[in-house]
């Protein structure tokens, strides 16, 4: 069973960076599809970033130039670089992954449907 792991969410003043992790574990020798979600109060989850084992990624249009999806094979964790950080970035943030052949997994995606597994997502607070 693969079990995803959130850290590194903190509170940080508005222009700040922050650097996410999600470790994986029990995951299949397969090719897989892997994403960055938050949820803020009283709005719905939404897709952020994005990147699937051949490296592909996509980023959702509020954070493109800002923040940085990446992974370390070796290791099976995925990072989420967050640089310039806004009061709007606050939220609750997730790791999703969907493990499964070249085929299934060959684009990223930000559509939750688009994912499986879920992490039980760490906290972002940015003050301004």
């Known amino acids: 069973q693969v079990h995803l792991v959130e850290s590194g969410g903190c509170s940080v003043q508005a222009g700040g960076s922050l650097r996410l992790s999600c470790a994986a574990s029990?995951?299949?020798?397969?090719?897989?599809?892997m994403g960055w979600f938050r949820q803020a109060p009283g709005k719905e989850r939404e897709g952020v970033a994005s990147?699937?084992?051949?490296?592909?990624?996509i980023y959702a249009e509020s954070v493109k130039g800002r923040f940085t999806v990446s992974k370390d094979n070796a290791k099976m964790t995925l990072y989420l670089q967050m640089n310039n950080l806004k009061p709007e970035d606050s939220a609750l943030y997730y790791c999703?992954?969907?493990?499964?052949?070249?085929?299934?997994?060959?684009?990223?995606?930000?559509?939750?449907?688009?994912?499986?597994?879920w992490g039980q997502g760490t906290q972002v607070t940015v003050s301004s």
């Open positions: 999703a992954a969907k493990f499964g052949s070249t085929w299934v997994v060959r684009l990223p995606d930000l559509r939750e449907g688009a994912f499986d597994i």
């Open positions: 029990g995951y299949p020798n397969s090719s897989y599809r």
């Open positions: 990147i699937n084992s051949a490296g592909n990624t």
